[in-house]
Structures are given as C-alpha cells and as structure tokens.
T-cell receptor, first 110, second 114 residues
Framework: TQLLEQSPQFLSIQEGENLTVYCNSSSVFSSLQWYRQEPGEGPVLLVT?????EVKKLKRLTFQFGDARKDSSLHITAAQPGDTGLYLC??????????FGKGTKLSVKP | NAGVMQNPRHLVRRRGQEARLRCSPM?????VYWYRQLPEEGLKFMVYLQKENIIDESGMPKERFSAEFPKEGPSILRIQQVVRGDSAAYFC????????????FGAGSRLTVL
C-alpha cells in the first residue's frame, strides 16, 4: 500500500518566520504534487515535481523532491498570514488515481 | 472556462435517506475522480471514472455507495441509506488525461447526516 506521511500535522507561527513541511513515503513515486486548500474550498495545485533531486521555486515557496523520489519538502520563507491553509502532498497511485497525505495545517499569525 | 462544478455545495440528509452529489468536469476533461475528506484530514480516494466506465473503485465502500459518469451529463456519486459516518466533504476532480496528471478540483459538496 502506498502511503504518504506528512509532518508536522499542525504548525502555528508568527508572520515573517520560515518553515518547512515534509512529505515522506517508503514507496517510490514517479512524481509528487503539492496542493494548498483553504477552508470551504477544494485543493489548488501549487507544483508538480518529477525528477529526483529537483528543486522548484514559486516566489517564497521552495519545493524539493528527494533523490530517491520517496520524499519531498516545502519550505516557505518569511511566511505571511495569506499562507495559512492546509498543505497536501499527493503522489500517483498504481491505478491512475492520486494518493494524498493527511496534510499540514499551517496558521500564520500577524 | 468554468472550472469543476459541484452541486449541491451543502446537503443535509436524515439517516436512511439518499444523497446524490453531482460533478461537472472542466470542459474537455473526460476523467473524473471522487474523494472524501473528513475534518482535519487529507483526501481519501474513492473512485476514478471515465465516460461510461469505472476505471478504479478501490476506495469505494462496498455497500450503499455508487458512482457513474454517463455519456451525457455530470458524474454522480450516490449514497443510499446514509448514516452519520457519511458526513464529510466530497470532492470531485477532473483531468484531461488519466494517470494522475494534474487534477482540477471542485469546491466540494458538504454532506451532513442528522
């Protein structure tokens, strides 16, 4: 069974701080995706990482895919209250579906 | 170009009633996925459909739940004889091609069972 473990489960920080959230698995994934979900809405895709060791930057967000393609991290620099939300990682399952981790709930206080 | 449309956004049912959730994929998308999300949890895969075909239903409970994606019209997730444990947010996503490519999600349907 392919599982994605995300940590931490909850994170509460002050505006301006940096943070890193993790997504780990014992399985190899051909790609991993990161989504952000706000309350009452569906997840919105942030990035897809495909190549082992790949690093992608999206403004203050930096995504990394592990060399072995089993893990990924999301680093946010100088967090802002607008970054508040549930961050989900997801990987392609064996039958064409997308498997999600349980997410990291981030709260950035002004 | 409208995104993935789900309705109703909120649905309240009493135990034993039926719930029907509808999903219209993005224009040009022929792959539809249904997920369930409990409070404070991630999304749990339920079923993956293409037009008129169920590709993968490994996440669907064996009883009371069914899904379809007819040739014409929206995809429908049907829950018969609902129980309190069915209360959750149900999300639909669509993609242009299969294989867990980029999914576009709808805003979800929140089912409350009294």
């Amino acid at each position: 069974t392919q599982l994605l473990e995300q940590s931490p489960q909850f994170l509460s920080i002050q505006e301006g701080e940096n943070l890193t959230v993790y997504c780990n698995s014992s399985s190899v994934f051909s790609s991993l995706q990161w989504y952000r979900q706000e309350p009452g809405e569906g997840p919105v895709l942030l990035v897809t990482v495909v190549t082992g060791g790949e690093v992608k930057k999206l403004k203050r967000l930096t995504f990394q895919f592990g060399d072995a393609r089993k893990d990924s991290s999301l680093h946010i620099t100088a967090a802002q209250p607008g970054d508040t939300g549930l961050y989900l990682c997801a990987g392609a399952g064996s039958q064409g579906n997308l498997i999600f981790g349980k997410g990291t709930k981030l709260s950035v206080k002004p | 170009n409208a995104g993935v449309m789900q309705n109703p956004r909120h649905l309240v049912r009493r135990r034993g009633q039926e719930a029907r959730l509808r999903c219209s994929p993005m224009k040009g998308h022929s792959h539809v996925y249904w997920y369930r999300q409990l409070p404070e949890e991630g999304l749990k895969f339920m079923v993956y459909l293409q037009k008129e075909n169920i590709i993968d239903e490994s996440g669907m409970p064996k009883e009371r739940f069914s899904a379809e994606f007819p040739k014409e019209g929206p995809s429908i997730l049907r829950i018969q004889q609902v129980v309190r444990g069915d209360s959750a947010a149900y999300f639909c996503a669509s993609s242009a091609v299969g294989g867990a490519n980029v999914l576009t999600f709808g805003a979800g349907s929140r089912l409350t069972v009294l």
